[in-house]
């Protein structure tokens, strides 16, 4: 069956750095376009980043633009969103979603940016 398991969440300072990494499994991951997406508590979910299907081109939030880089590697069936000069206003949920004709997503994976 479908399924895409992020990793990679935790807690980090301010400042600090996170990887997180969307793995996907039962459908033909390099025909879907990719991206992240956060939810902070109260909050609508919001797009971070996304990618297309073979990475040529990406687009950002511009509350993140500098900071965080999407990328993917096909042959191993997986996003990554490299997370850098991390502010406490970007804690949050965050979501991995593949999306062509229809969509999936992640369960998230937990981001918390505290002193």
């Known amino acids: 069956q479908v399924q895409l398991v992020e990793s990679g969440g935790g807690l980090v300072q301010p400042g600090g750095s996170l990887r997180l990494s969307c793995r996907a499994s039962?459908?033909?991951?390099?025909?879907?376009?990719m991206s992240w997406y956060r939810q902070a508590p109260g909050k609508v979910r919001e797009l971070v980043a996304g990618i297309t299907t073979a990475g040529m081109s990406t687009n950002y939030a511009d509350s993140v633009k500098g900071r965080f880089t999407i990328s993917r590697d096909n042959a191993k069936n997986t996003v990554y969103l490299q997370m850098n000069s991390l502010k406490p206003e970007d804690t949050a949920v965050y979501y991995c979603n593949a999306q062509r004709t229809v969509g999936f997503w992640g369960q998230g994976t937990q981001v918390t940016v505290s002193s």
């Open positions: 039962g459908f033909t991951f390099s025909n879907y376009a």
